[in-house]
């Protein structure tokens, strides 16, 4: 096997200004008129979360490898794919409109569904839509290279939908689209049966990456000039070394961290039951392991986290929040929650505000319930109203804008180390980010400042934003 190598997009197609984790909108296909575009060009678009977003990157490196060429609009490509998202009903309906958009026009285009929707409906989509060629979850990843034979063949109905694998993705080329953090998929799948989720039906088991693999990924980064790498799980702390090296979160998190180099470490995302002091302890000893930790809560009710099968009660949750902020660093954190999963009374959506309180998260992203198909939870009685979902979430949403405005105030005056990542033109500043993952948008006299770590002193804060200046 040749030795894996990584690729910074600059060198495929232009870099966007801002390190964006999703790919930038473009035109929808319906507004492109068909064209003869070569067979060997690939569009790819993202939807959803970091993990497919990096399932993306090497994705497009498996095709690189194959001789392909990405191109920047779907009208200049011969194959088209759509890495998708399932989690709530939204994200599913936007790919299937995506989807629909090729129906009169697609003209010799191969159009390929990857990742969470294509697991979930499977072979339905080549009914539903039969200019659609290829259907692949992510756990098939690795059959890619097959998959695309077989469409270079001249099939035009090519499947990988297996989910019974304890393998994991490994590519010889990943494309980065993010030019100041790099990702490194650390645990594939989960083993988890949240009622709600649909990612065991679609991400399939539960599958670690050696790590030897992983830390040699880390190194190639380090040379190829990353200071940043990303660890990516859906349950990233249950992480368990497969090989004899046997390590743990906690002994796989140092051991990068080790790597000469790396000056921030991040991972993402925690299970609360997966979540011990030892990764306090470590980060407070490792200077290069970022304090910023994103643990989901999803309910500050104990008797919706017992129907949620979330394996922890709200006590059990807050008292892991005791732990970090016990730690020696100031850490952010920040957590997920779900509004009006089914029987959930106005004590229990009480319970997540008064939770917020004891918790002062210092983001949250919340989400009504969505029933999804194959899980648990689809058709579990007492539905709230979607009214009454909306309403919830916007009672949420305004009660931790109030926390967030009143955390972020105690930043004005402290300076902060910034890895500069964006230009807000516009505005005539830059934007960084702390270790704590705040982004701070500055102003500087300096020019080029790109992928370097400048200080900056916080002068405003909103609910949402720091504003500051660069200090010598
Ligand atoms: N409905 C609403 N939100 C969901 N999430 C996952 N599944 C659902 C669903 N069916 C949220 C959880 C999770 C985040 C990624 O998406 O909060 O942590
Ligand atoms: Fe979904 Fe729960 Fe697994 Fe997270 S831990 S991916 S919410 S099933």
Same mark, same amino acid.
């Given at each position: 096997? /040749?030795?894996?190598?990584?690729?910074?997009?600059?060198?495929?197609?232009?870099?966007?200004?801002?390190s964006?984790l999703?790919? %930038?909108?473009?035109?929808?296909p319906?507004?492109?008129?068909?064209s003869?575009?070569?067979?060997?060009?690939? $569009?790819?678009?993202?939807?959803?979360?970091?993990?497919?977003?990096?399932?993306?990157?090497?994705?497009s490196?498996?095709?690189?490898?194959?001789g392909? +060429?990405?191109?920047k609009?779907?009208?200049?490509?011969?194959?088209?794919?759509?890495?998708?998202c399932?989690?709530r009903?939204?994200?599913?309906?936007?790919?299937?409109?995506?989807?629909?958009?090729?129906k009169?026009? %697609?003209?010799?285009?191969v159009?390929?569904v990857?990742?969470?929707?294509?697991q979930?409906?499977?072979?339905?989509?080549?009914?539903?839509?039969?200019?659609?060629?290829?259907?692949?979850?992510?756990?098939?990843?690795?059959r890619l290279?097959?998959?695309?034979?077989?469409?270079e063949?001249? /099939?035009?109905?090519?499947?990988?939908?297996?989910?019974?694998?304890?393998?994991?993705?490994?590519?010889?080329?990943?494309r980065?689209?993010?030019?100041?953090?790099a990702?490194?998929?650390?645990?594939?799948?989960?083993?988890y049966?949240?009622?709600?989720?649909?990612?065991?039906?679609?991400?399939? &088991?539960?599958?670690?990456?050696?790590?030897?693999?992983?830390?040699?990924?880390?190194?190639?980064?380090?040379?190829?000039?990353?200071?940043?790498?990303?660890l990516?799980?859906q349950?990233?702390?249950? $992480?368990?070394?497969?090989? &004899?090296?046997?390590?743990?979160?906690?002994?796989?998190?140092?051991?990068?961290?080790?790597?000469?180099?790396?000056?921030?470490?991040?991972f993402?995302?925690?299970?609360?039951?997966?979540?011990?002091?030892?990764?306090i302890?470590?980060?407070?000893?490792?200077?290069?392991?970022?304090?910023?930790? +994103?643990?989901?809560?999803q309910?500050?009710?104990?008797p919706?986290l017992?129907?949620?099968?979330?394996?922890?009660?709200?006590d059990?949750?807050?008292?892991?929040?005791?732990?970090? !902020?016990a730690?020696r660093?100031?850490?952010?954190?920040?957590?997920?929650?779900?509004?009006?999963?089914?029987?959930?009374?106005?004590?229990?959506?009480?319970d997540?505000?008064?939770?917020?309180? %004891?918790?002062?998260f210092?983001?949250?992203?919340?989400?009504? $319930?969505?029933?999804?198909?194959?899980?648990?939870?689809? +058709?579990?009685?007492?539905?709230i &109203?979607?009214?009454?979902? %909306?309403r919830?979430?916007?009672?949420?949403?305004?009660?931790?804008?109030?926390?967030?405005?009143?955390?972020?105030?105690?930043?004005?005056g402290q300076?902060?180390e910034?890895?500069?990542?964006? !230009?807000?033109?516009?505005?005539?500043?830059?934007?960084g980010r702390?270790t704590?993952?705040?982004?701070v948008?500055?102003?500087?006299?300096?020019e080029i400042?790109?992928?370097?770590?400048?200080?900056?002193?916080?002068?405003q804060?909103? &609910?949402?934003?720091l504003?500051?200046?660069?200090?010598f």
């Amino acid at each position: 096997m /040749n030795k894996p190598f990584d690729i910074g997009i600059d060198s495929l197609s232009s870099a966007s200004e801002t390190s964006t984790l999703t790919i %930038s909108p473009l035109p929808e296909p319906s507004q492109i008129p068909a064209s003869d575009a070569s067979p060997k060009s690939f $569009y790819l678009e993202t939807f959803g979360c970091q993990m497919n977003v990096h399932d993306s990157e090497k994705v497009s490196g498996v095709l690189l490898g194959r001789g392909y +060429h990405a191109v920047k609009t779907p009208s200049e490509a011969g194959l088209v794919l759509y890495n998708t998202c399932s989690i709530r009903e939204r994200a599913a309906q936007k790919v299937f409109a995506r989807i629909g958009d090729w129906k009169t026009i %697609s003209n010799g285009k191969v159009i390929g569904v990857l990742g969470c929707l294509a697991q979930q409906e499977g072979e339905e989509i080549f009914e539903r839509a039969p200019w659609v060629s290829l259907v692949c979850g992510s756990a098939s990843y690795r059959r890619l290279p097959e998959l695309i034979d077989q469409i270079e063949s001249g /099939n035009r109905r090519v499947m990988g939908l297996d989910l019974d694998t304890d393998e994991t993705f490994e590519t010889e080329i990943t494309r980065r689209d993010n030019l100041f953090r790099a990702y490194i998929t650390i645990i594939e799948g989960c083993d988890y049966s949240c009622a709600y989720c649909v990612v065991p039906h679609t991400r399939g &088991p539960e599958r670690s990456r050696p790590s030897d693999a992983v830390l040699a990924e880390a190194r190639r980064l380090a040379d190829a000039g990353y200071t940043e790498i990303q660890l990516l799980g859906q349950t990233v702390n249950s $992480y368990r070394d497969p090989s &004899p090296r046997g390590l743990d979160f906690v002994g796989l998190l140092r051991a990068v961290a080790e790597v000469k180099g790396i000056r921030r470490v991040r991972f993402t995302t925690s299970h609360p039951n997966d979540f011990h002091r030892e990764i306090i302890d470590a980060i407070d000893e490792t200077p290069a392991l970022c304090d910023h930790i +994103h643990l989901p809560v999803q309910s500050g009710s104990t008797p919706i986290l017992r129907a949620m099968r979330r394996t922890y009660t709200r006590d059990e949750y807050l008292e892991k929040i005791s732990w970090i !902020r016990a730690g020696r660093r100031p850490y952010s954190i920040t957590s997920d929650a779900i509004v009006g999963f089914p029987g959930e009374t106005e004590k229990d959506f009480e319970d997540t505000l008064s939770l917020l309180d %004891s918790a002062q998260f210092d983001a949250v992203f919340a989400f009504t $319930y969505s029933p999804r198909p194959n899980t648990p939870a689809q +058709h579990m009685p007492d539905a709230i &109203p979607e009214e009454e979902k %909306s309403r919830r979430l916007a009672v949420l949403l305004e009660h931790q804008r109030q926390i967030q405005a009143k955390r972020n105030e105690i930043f004005v005056g402290q300076s902060f180390e910034l890895l500069v990542d964006g !230009r807000r033109t516009k505005r005539d500043q830059w934007a960084g980010r702390t270790t704590c993952n705040r982004i701070v948008n500055f102003t500087t006299p300096r020019e080029i400042l790109l992928g370097e770590y400048v200080q900056a002193r916080v002068t405003q804060a909103g &609910p949402n934003s720091l504003v500051g200046e660069q200090v010598f």
